[in-house]
């Protein structure tokens, strides 16, 4: 129960409740929609609403049939293999390049900072739909256009930019001085890399790759425009199964997304967490 | 005398370089080894994505098909004023063009290039080249004798105008313009105007997507940044969840949600709010649309602005209360324009991503609620006519980089928080 200061009035007080009301009103719309999938995946009929049985919570109501079906459908074992090979494909090249970026612009000598970080930045800002005809018409000239690799680039420099502007944040508490510490005990920039620099920046560089792959995971525009057959991704599945025959299984695909999407978020916090002590930002 | 002197009292390093080249010599390398630590990644970005979009904005004008296809027409036409029919040089040109296209497969092109200017041209290129093989000399009776539309100086016009290796035409298209005969620019047909409808359409729905978000975000933001930290921790999850969750599992939960057999219309009935057979349509509309991309974009605002409000000190309001003002005033004056960089911040970038959306509004936007990405989308995979599409995203792209400067002013890229 909230304390009022003494000066509150019954008009603030009650506007405080009704205030609220408004609050719960927002949160319940950001998250329904979410969790709402979550029990209509078990439903035992083809639909999308919630059955008499479902309600009256009968257990031959609910059923297990779509997940068998997700698990024994080759289109969706296909790509979901694909979705994984590509995300975690891409993740590794982004986060190498960005994290070895980032060490650059956090450097006081860098020259052409601003502009530099304007176009390593560009792929979050320009709309996918401008970016995937773009890639469609140049992949296409050089033949990486319904290829692994034309794939794998394209959502590299889409997850880039997470991975720069994560480790950036990460370098700005960090002190230089101990770089200088271990050059001058000797030790050579590679080793000073991985003993020293590496496992204090290692927070923002993992929450950087997690939200590299989580971009490559969730994206559908360019997959729709560079992919083939071959290179069919879990989003690009779900894209066709709404528009052609939407059938429940894709209910079960997204409830397992929002689980995965749930171990990420875990993870991310923890990792914030993590960073926080490592600067003793907070106790906790 | 005097240089050998200041040589003299400078300072040294211990194997006599003077401290200052040394000095500008560590800066260089520091410099260079910085640049050097970011080059393969902007030599990646530049090559994997720049190069695409620079190719795109290229394709936008290019329309280099035409003067290589037909490259005799081209110069036989250069020196026609465009007053009364060609000279017969030009009959001949085309004749011998086609021909050679015919052989090289290369006329296709070029006539769909022309058949986006005026629709027939096709057929009437086409149909020529494939049946100039079976004519002799005189091309101009020949030429005419295949289709006498080759005795319309219009057709011919059309040519000479289309045969630059450069067009506005397609952003002419991509406004509801094209050029009349006198090659003069005039508005499209009233049936084929649907581009700048679009761009409008687009700019309010984002407008008001962008101002929903705010008006529900506001609250919810304040909320979060007066709550003690644990409460709005937990309370964080419910912003940060569907933030992280797949943007297709959300649209497809809308589709759930919304659909007339859907779970908010069974509701309804149930609570006896409509009839049965009086369901609402409330998707694939622009309702549809702007419910859903309201609740997909709304964590972008409420995070910027929780950031702002919880840098906002309590004590101003408490100062304000003391000193007379009314709770109203107190937030008014004091506490909103505070919050002012937030607002903006995520104005910005949700009215961003809300300009250049296309799955959310292709999966439930119906007909009426679609926006410019997917006239894009459908220039690329429908009608294949790349150079309008490339001239649509050249302008989309446009708009997004003015609101990118903007954003950049009030935030800056260094700023940029992620989660």
Redesign the interface.
Known sequence: MKKFPPYAGLLERSWHYVYLLICAFVFLYLITPILLIIPLSFNAEPYFTFTKGMLALDADAYSTRWYTDFFTSDSWIHSIKNSFIIAIASTFIATALGTVAALGLSRSYMPGRTLIMSILISPMIVPLIISGAAMFFFYSNINLAQTFPGVILAHTALGTPFVVITVTATLVGFDQQLVRASQSLGATPMRTFFKIIMPLIAPGVISGALFAFITSFDEVVIVLFLSGYEQRTIPLEMWSGIREQISPTILAVATLLVTISILLLTSLEMLRRRNEKLRGMSPG | MAQAELTANAMTTADGTPLKVSLRRA?RR??L??????????L???I??????F??AM?SVDNAAVPEAIPRTVQALEAWDGEGMPPDAAFAAMAADLKEGQKTRTIGQAATRLNYQESGMRSLIMKSARRIGQYEAPWKAALIDIDDDWEDPAVWKLIKRQSGAFTAAYYLNALDYTYNEEGEVVEQPEYRQIYQMLFVRTLWMSALITGLCLL??F??SY?LATLPARHSNL?M??????F??????????????L?T???LN?ILVWIGLISDDGRMQMIYNKIGTIVAMT?IL??FMILPLYSVMRGISPSYMRAA?SLGAN?LVAFWRVYVPQTVPGMGAGGILVF?LA?????TPA?VGGQSGQLI?NY??YH?QQSLN?GL??AI?TI??GG??VL?LIY?RIVG??N????
């Open positions: 800066m520091n410099k080894i910085a640049f050097g630590l970011t080059a393969p990644l902007l990646f970005i530049l994997s994505f720049l190069m695409p979009i190719d795109m394709r529900l975000g609250p919810v909320l309370l999850i419910l912003v940060l969840l569907p992280w969750t797949s943007l297709l599992v959300r649209t497809t939960s809308w589709i759930v949600m659909q057999e859907g779970v069974d609740q709304l964590p209360r709770p961003i300009i250049g959306y296309y799955i999966l990405s894009i989308a690329m790349w599409a490339a995203g989309l792209l997004v980089l990118y950049n890229i260094d940029m928080k992620l989660g």
